[in-house]
């Protein structure tokens, strides 16, 4: 392999702050998308073990349309496919006047998606809960909104919390798929970098150690929250 | 038996001519061709939207005025190693190419690559195949027709291209607000431009004359403003390999001399209607080096 190693490329200022922005578009993108992908995912979790057929059937179709297609082409289906399917005006919009139109549309892409797996999470924790307990609650006169609100839902929450810090490393993962639709952020920085200084395995390799950081990060901050909400007796170790 | 001299060095000389060919390919082969033909494949990276150098036609194969030049570089490579090989085609983008040229993975590059010095830290160049200059392609209704008239309008730009450069450092130099969209390769930016999602989009204006050729509504587009940078296009090869180098060199300067590059242009560019520039015919004719 006939190549020049230079590693200095990297801590260039420009470059450097090329790095810094890529990775702040990535931790933006990552944490907006999170935020959206657990309410909706909640939402359809929830509704996926409701006892309405309309209600859990909707939910269904809802996690198996968008778990089922890869990311990469819903991020092309919203960015360049829902413009061209609004009325004329509306897709203007979205096309030119919507507010960071790269990072909005990966923003709702990456978080619908990531809802259809949260939701599979909360559904699993939902039916983790023993029959007993939602039999137990319902004896009591509870409605069904308040079996979820103080029976189900605290409890399982609680216990998917250890499946959800992969779905929350994903996120970040996935979140590298928004340079498809021009999104310049970490990925597509560290591209740059290495179109413009041809120091290709340089760049990526920085962009590769900021990635693993971040992932540490993210599982350090999960496996506190994981302490936290343990439930004793309920998950394998104790301590 | 006893020979003159004069018979044995005739005989000597007989030997050698015999033996040449046989010696060449015991001894001679080094780095890409020994890779080449030992492997019995020859690796090249083709673009897939670059009309009218590399492109893929209908039935999906990389076709094109690069691919056919590259054919010749291939049958001259076969007649050094004395051997017939394979090829295998491998897509490259703008962003690609050089990474695979670099680490070996694609043993000639055949696109519409930019010969310049900084990417000749990294890879070598054959002799300019064609010569070109950022352009900028946009709907004829537009109003724009020079880089002033981007101000608060939106260009798409091919990451990793020179013509990102050169549209970027005119916006800077004249200071102009222009929103840049980056794409990956001219197929999506000229996507972006025919969905309105930008105004512009800018390459190497060769290139914008096949997107239009290839769009569903030629008449709707134009190419403006002033060349904003100089392209020389060459075929890319590894770097620090001169005996490879020299085999495609040697092809090109055949291709070049006998005037055959005059039919392999016309079959690619006369349907664009772009003839060959007087600059491009003296770099043919400089290229043509005697045998």
Known sequence: MNYNWNWSVLFEPEYFGWLISGLGWTISVALCAWVIALVVGSLVGVGRTLPNRLVSTLCTAYVELFRNIPLLVQMFIWYFAVPEMVPEEAGRWMKRDMPQPEFTTAVVALGLYTASRVAEQVRAGIETVPHGLKSAATAQGMSIAQVYRYVLLPISFRLIVPPMTSEFLTVFKNSSLALTIGLLELTAQSQQIAEYTFQSFEAYTAATVIYVLIALCATVIMSLLERQTRIPGYSGKEN | ?291
Request: net charge negative; aromatic share 6%.
């Open chain 2, 1 to 291: 038996m006893t020979l003159k001299p004069t018979r044995r060095i005739l005989a000597a000389a007989a030997i050698a001519i015999g033996l040449s060919p046989a010696a060449l390919q015991a001894q001679d082969l080094t780095g890409t061709l020994a890779k080449i033909s030992e492997a019995g494949e020859i690796v090249i990276g083709h673009r897939e939207s670059s009309v009218p150098f590399a492109y893929l036609n209908d039935n999906q194969e990389p076709v094109g005025y690069s691919i056919d030049l590259c054919m010749k570089i291939v049958d001259e490579v076969e007649k050094t190693i004395g051997k017939d090989v394979n090829i295998r085609y491998v897509p490259v983008n703008p962003k690609t190419r050089i990474a695979l040229m670099a680490n070996g993975t694609i043993d000639l590059e055949c696109g519409s690559t930019t010969n310049n010095l900084t990417r000749q830290q990294q890879v070598e160049y054959l002799p300019t195949t064609f010569v070109t200059g950022t352009k900028i392609l946009t709907r004829k209704d537009s109003g724009i027709t020079s880089v002033s008239d981007l101000d608060g309008k939106a260009i798409a730009l091919a990451q990793g291209t020179t013509n990102e450069r050169a549209i970027k450092a005119a916006v800077e130099a004249q200071g102009l607000d222009v929103k840049i969209l980056p794409v990956r390769d001219h197929a999506e930016g000229m996507l972006s431009l025919e969905t309105d999602r930008v105004d512009a989009y800018s390459t190497d204006h060769i290139l914008l004359f096949g997107l239009i050729a290839k769009s569903k509504t030629p008449e709707e587009f134009a190419v403006v403003g002033d060349f904003l940078s100089f392209d020389p296009y060459a075929l890319m090869v590894p770097r620090d390999d001169s005996a490879f180098e020299l085999v495609g060199k040697t092809a090109l300067a055949n291709v070049f001399r006998s005037g055959e590059i005059k039919e392999i242009y016309a079959k690619w560019f006369d349907p664009l209607g772009v003839p060959a520039d007087p600059l491009l015919q003296a770099a043919f004719r400089l290229g043509a080096l005697p045998e």
